[in-house]
């Protein structure tokens, strides 16, 4: 089996059991958000603590070792319990971790996840030090051998060597995939840089508009952009983005990525589905009804497995229908690794589910 590494985050995810969270609800910039409320000077019992292992490398490197890919991750932790933790739980899953770091007098990533009653927690993350990353952690000998990179959120000071890793995996003959994450995108002029050595780009709806924005200018010129999609179709493609009364189309967001070098663009939808725009279509899946627990772990399990499929030699629509399936695993569990399926289990469900559910649209 071909090696893949990743590199990002690697956390360590404590889970607080709270019952009976109120939330309330408030429309703004024309959606509606939830809110957790917690009451003010008041002690709350927690019936139940849970550990476990998150973070995008962490993810998407345990996703990859369960379908059965040698893998090697890249992060930085620091010289604590909690770096240990994430150390053991990886190479329990059959993960490299030879090229990590350890930044001395730093402290490990740390999530603290709460859980709400609708299925979509709130984590509160400290990033330690995955903030810390410098361009000598990366080696020449973390690329050698490796068919794919994966790499996922970088934030801090590590976020600036993006275009450096992208650039050297090119060097190294080594495809990129970017999943980055919002730190990234709201300093996108090294996101931006890193396009060009970017085979395929990962973001889910929010993030993907706030790239096209960051590309074309705040004000889109509604002369240059193609008229939005109606009737029967996806939602994105009724209505991607607008700004100052100018619509933008799907397909204006794919064309200006593609400008910019990735030939393979994703763009996860939460519980509608996921979009995939190649230079000759667009394919649409919905997301499978399950009983979801949470939605943690959601896009590292499609993307990662999404990229593998990829790897694999397998159509576009092979690895759209594996991403769902495995996303759709992972958040009927409460971690973001516990869910993930191990390749006989993957193909066995991508069988049965067939490719009845997805859509494809001319791109022009």
Aim: hydrophobic share 40%.
């Amino acid at each position: 089996m071909k090696k893949l590494c990743t590199l990002g985050g690697a956390t360590q995810d404590i889970f607080i059991g709270h019952e009976g969270v109120e939330t309330i609800r408030l429309h703004e910039n024309n959606e509606t958000k939830s809110y957790m409320l917690l009451q003010e000077g008041i002690k709350i019992d927690i019936p139940e603590l849970f550990y476990a292992v998150g973070g995008g490398a962490a993810n998407s490197a345990c996703s990859f070792a369960r379908l059965g890919f040698e893998v090697e991750a890249l992060f930085a932790r620091g010289d604590d319990e909690a770096g240990r933790f994430i150390i053991k739980h990886l190479e329990k899953q059959g993960v490299g971790v030879s090229h990590h770091v350890v930044k001395k007098g730093g402290q490990s990533a740390i999530s603290f996840i709460i859980s709400s009653t609708e299925k979509n927690n709130v984590a509160l993350c400290y990033r330690g030090a995955t903030r810390e990353l410098v361009a000598e952690d990366v080696p020449d000998s973390f690329f050698e051998g490796t068919s794919s990179l994966y790499i996922t959120s970088l934030s801090g000071a590590s976020s600036a060597l993006l275009p450096l890793i992208a650039r050297r995996a090119q060097q190294h003959q080594v495809a990129v995939a970017l999943n980055p994450g919002m730190e990234q995108l709201m300093q996108s002029n090294d996101l931006i840089s890193a396009l060009a050595d970017t085979d395929i780009l990962i973001l889910n709806k929010r993030e993907s508009v706030y790239l096209m924005k960051r590309l074309v200018g705040k004000d889109f010129d509604k002369q240059d952009m193609h008229v939005t999609c109606q009737g029967n179709a996806p939602q994105l493609f009724r209505s991607f983005a607008s700004s100052a009364g100018a619509e933008v189309s799907l397909y204006d967001y794919f064309s200006e990525i593609f400008k910019h070098g990735p030939s393979i663009v994703v763009i996860t939808n939460g519980l509608e589905g996921v979009y995939v725009g190649t230079s000759e279509k667009v394919y649409f899946h919905p997301s499978l009804e399950v009983s979801a627990v949470t939605s943690l772990g959601a896009g590292d399990a499609f993307g990662s497995t999404f990229v593998a499929t990829l790897v694999l030699g397998k159509t576009i629509e092979e690895a759209l229908i594996s991403g769902v399936i495995n996303a759709s695993s992972v958040i009927e569990r409460r971690d973001a690794q516990s869910g993930l399926l191990e390749y006989e289990q993957l193909q066995s469900r991508a069988l049965e589910l067939g490719n009845r559910y997805i859509r494809s649209f001319k791109f022009f």
